[in-house]
């Protein structure tokens, strides 16, 4: 396998990493009782905790340590994160992790669910594990906004249906609203108190001295007036890691191939394909699905026959090369169980 370059090596090494990290995810870090909206809940006393995962969420810690209050709304992209109502109105996007019992949460863990059968029926079911494990999450909401100045507010509806809280209103809160929702770029707080957001750019700049209402959570802060709103342009200063950005095309280039189980591709003169100076190799359906994107003359590789047995693929320029049905010569499928036929689909990732 090491004829297939320095790419191939580290994507499957990052697969093997992904794998590994799912194996070591013990069932025991697993909560029963999901994050959902009513459930009652009790922030962390710890101060160092709290920050510590508010700063790996892009949150701001806005309420009291200890807080005891409801979830509202659950928000489970990148970090995780719940709206919180504190019993003293407060409201805020707080990490679940900072959560009371949740310290381990898991993005996308389900509940363990029992066995129906085998020889211990009732008992956890077994995690299952595949090479390619999903791409570590990378959180691509807005993570900073920046003043956009006083604008017109624009659609009524819009305002009228916007944002409050009865604790009160800053730009904060609202931008931490706004971001909860994929494809917000911009928000707004207008009537000393309400924030609305939007994907596309709000209304024409107007004089600073129109917006000269105070927010109703902050009197430090402008929050628009009537008419006019102080607007905002929300941004993601967060840089994926090179290792997320390999492992996550490599799941991307393996999920781009159809399969007929049974059977070997089709065999016809001339239609094995070279990659780096061999029409075969040794590995992993997934490795070779690699290969065939990024090894040296994969241009030209259309997919591969895999033997289950040998754990080895051979690579093709046409999988099907006129059918095995049509009747020209030359043409033949080795029907076999151990045998699987990979093709590329349609779609590439870039």
């Known amino acids: 396998m090491g004829g297939f370059g320095l790419s191939l090596s580290l994507f499957v090494s990052l697969a093997l990493a992904g794998a590994l990290n799912v194996k070591s995810t013990g069932r025991s870090n697993?909560?029963?009782?999901?994050?959902?909206?009513?459930?009652?809940?009790?922030?962390?006393?710890?101060?160092?905790?709290?920050?510590e995962e508010c700063t790996k969420g892009s949150l701001m810690p806005m309420l009291d340590l200890g807080a005891k209050g409801t979830i509202v709304d659950v928000d489970e992209t990148g970090e995780g994160s719940v709206m919180m109502k504190a019993s003293n109105g407060d409201e805020a996007w707080v990490p679940l992790r900072s959560l009371v019992g949740f310290e381990n949460w898991i993005k996308g863990a389900p509940n363990p669910g029992p066995n129906t059968s085998g020889p211990n029926p009732g008992a956890p079911a077994p995690a299952t594990f595949n090479m390619?494990?999903?791409a570590p999450a990378v959180d691509?909401?807005?993570s900073d906004f920046m003043s956009g100045g006083c604008q017109f507010s624009g659609d009524a509806e819009r305002v009228k249906h916007g944002y409050t809280r009865q604790a009160g209103m800053t730009k904060s809160f609202?931008?931490?609203?706004?971001?909860?929702?994929?494809?917000?770029?911009?928000?707004?707080?207008t009537k000393g108190g309400i924030c609305f957001c939007s994907e596309l750019p709000i209304g024409a700049k107007t004089s600073k001295k129109m917006c000269d209402t105070v927010c109703s959570g902050n009197t430090a802060e402008k929050c628009g007036g009537i008419g006019v709103a102080n607007v905002y342009t929300m941004m993601n200063c967060n840089k994926a890691a090179p290792e997320h950005l390999a492992m996550e095309r490599a799941v991307k280039l393996a999920s781009l191939y159809g399969s007929i189980e049974g059977e070997s591709c089709a065999q016809t003169k001339n239609n094995a394909c070279e990659l780096n100076g061999?029409?075969?190799?040794?590995g992993t359906p997934d490795e070779c699905k690699l290969a065939c994107w990024d090894g040296k003359g994969a241009d030209r590789c259309n997919g591969f026959s895999y033997n289950s047995v040998l754990g080895r693929c051979k690579f093709f320029k046409d999988v099907i090369d006129g059918g095995s049905d049509d009747g020209?010569?030359?043409?033949?499928?080795f029907k076999k169980e151990t045998l699987t036929c990979y093709f590329k689909q349609l779609g590439y990732p870039y």
């Not at 697993?30 to 920050?51: F, N």
């Not at 020209?328 to 499928?333: L, R």
């Open 30 to 51: 697993l909560r029963k009782v999901q994050p959902k909206a009513g459930l009652a809940v009790t922030l962390t006393s710890s101060k160092d905790a709290y920050e």
């Open 278 to 282: 061999s029409t075969k190799m040794l």
């Open 132 to 134: 390619f494990a999903p």
């Open 140 to 142: 691509k909401r807005p």
């Open 174 to 189: 609202c931008f931490l609203h706004c971001r909860k929702t994929s494809g917000n770029r911009y928000f707004g707080l």
């Open 328 to 333: 020209m010569p030359g043409t033949k499928v």
